[in-house]
């Protein structure tokens, strides 16, 4: 069974801060790493996605994966309470174009 | 990215009734995909919308109950069948654009349907 593992939370970090977000999965042959924001009330949108080892970088967002140790995490620079969310990760393992899903990381950014 | 409506946004119906989704996409697109996601819970997977063919369903889903659509590249529907209260969810379709080294999922915006 396939399986992606996040960390429920809430993960709760004061305005400003980093928010460290982290994201394991089994399938070793995993070749497309995602992490969507879902709102309260609305459907997720994607932030970032991430193809090879290493750091990714868009704005205040950097992905980061590691496929030796199976894990890709997201790091979310000068949180804002707009960051506040529930932040899902999510991986392409085979060549059926299907995505695995963790259950989402609740992320709260207090003023 | 694709930009994804559905319709309808939210619907409440009776026990034994039908409701069909319809998701169209602004862009044409190589895959589409149907998600349930209910109260506090993660995504579901039910099908993938195949053009021209017949969809492929999850383990746990089947054609009878949630016949779906995909008469061309912009377009699907979903329609849930004999609903009960256990149907009241979130259904999101998404669409996969790109090569086939992309497998970025962009989402509608959901339906949100209350069975009674």
């Known amino acids: 069974q396939k399986e992606v593992e996040q960390n429920s939370g809430p993960l709760s970090v004061p305005e400003g801060a980093i928010a460290s977000l982290n994201c394991t999965y089994s399938?070793?042959?995993?070749?497309?790493f995602f992490w969507y924001r879902q709102y309260s009330g609305k459907s997720p949108e994607l932030i970032m996605s991430?193809?090879s080892n290493g750091d990714k970088e868009d704005g205040r967002f950097t992905a980061q994966l590691n496929k030796a140790s199976q894990y890709v995490s997201l790091l979310i620079r000068d949180s804002q309470p707009s960051d506040s969310a529930t932040y899902l990760c999510?991986?392409?393992?085979?060549?059926?174009?299907?995505?695995?899903w963790g259950l989402g990381t609740s992320l709260a950014v207090n003023p | 990215s694709a930009v994804i409506s559905q319709k309808p946004s939210r619907d409440i119906c009776q026990r034994g009734t039908s409701l069909t989704i319809q998701c169209q996409v602004d862009s044409q697109v190589t895959m589409m995909f149907w998600y349930r996601q209910q109260p506090g819970q993660s995504l579901t997977l039910i099908a993938t919308a195949n053009q021209g063919s017949e969809a492929t369903y999850e383990s746990g889903f089947v054609i009878d109950k949630f016949p779906i659509s995909r008469p061309n590249l912009t377009f699907s529907t979903l329609t849930v069948s004999n609903m009960s209260p256990e149907d009241s969810s979130i259904y999101l379709c998404?669409?996969?654009?790109?090569?086939?080294?992309?497998?970025?999922?962009?989402f509608g915006p959901g339906t949100r349907l209350t069975v009674l």
């Open positions: 998404t669409g996969l654009a790109g090569g086939p080294s992309y497998n970025e999922q962009f």
């Open positions: 399938d070793r042959v995993s070749q497309s």
């Open positions: 999510a991986v392409n393992t085979g060549n059926n174009r299907k995505l695995i």
């Open positions: 991430i193809y």
